[in-house]
Structures are given as C-alpha cells and as structure tokens.
C-alpha cells in the first residue's frame, strides 16, 4: 500500500478559509528552517509568527508542501517560503481557535535525515 499525503496542508486550508469565512484574523506559526524564506528581523526564538489576514498579505498559495505569499515588513515588500513541515499552528488571534502541530525532528530541516547505522551492533544481557 502506498504511503497516503500528509492531512496537515489540508487543515491549515481548512483552518484559514474558516477564519475568513468567519471574518477572524488567521495567524500563522512557522519554525525557521534552512527552506524557509522570511524576513529575520521578525524571528523570535526560531520561530515567526505571521498574520494572514487577506488585507495584510497577497498572491496567497497554500500548496501541500509549501504556503507562499508577498507581505509588507516594515513598508517593503517582501515574498514569503514557508514550507508546510515547518507550521506549528494556524488559529483565530480574536479567539486562539485553531489546529497546532507538532514539527517532527525530520522535519525541522525540511527533509528527512538518513538514519547512521551503528558502527557496532548493541547488545544487552538477559538473565533468566
């Protein structure tokens, strides 16, 4: 059986059409990795916090692998790279209703680390 796509491109939609539809403002919490492009200056422990309302943000794609947008960060504008591995959270900031996500080890860097094989193999005693 083939491995199935991930649900969490899929909730973050969900999430985010649900705070339009309801006229809430959608905020969205990336971790920074190597892959993702957005403006430092707003990074605050490894991690960036962004308001996606539609007045705020332009040329939105919500793709399965990654969100990418055009903001303004201090008068300029500035395109945004947020891969989907990296979102942590997307919720309402009137509310805090929304979905949050744990960002896997693996994923923190955007691909998937290749597994070092012992250079020994590791046995233990068992006693009986």
Request: net charge positive; aromatic share 8%; glycine share 8%.
């Amino acid at each position: 059986m083939a491995k199935s796509a991930s649900t969490k491109p899929y909730l973050v939609r969900a999430i985010y059409e649900w705070c339009v539809a309801e006229q809430l403002t959608p905020f969205l919490l990336v971790k920074i990795d190597q892959n993702t492009l957005a403006p430092r200056g707003f990074i605050k422990d490894g991690k960036i916090l962004l308001n996606l309302s539609p007045a705020s943000i332009k040329d939105l794609l919500m793709g399965n692998e990654a969100i990418t947008f055009t903001a303004r960060f201090n008068g300029a504008p500035q395109n945004l790279y947020l891969p989907i591995s990296g979102v942590e959270g997307i919720y309402a900031k009137e509310n805090g209703e929304g979905l949050f996500f744990e960002v896997k080890e693996d994923q923190e860097i955007g691909q998937k680390k290749e597994k070092k094989s012992p250079d020994r193999p590791k046995l233990t005693l068992v006693k009986s």
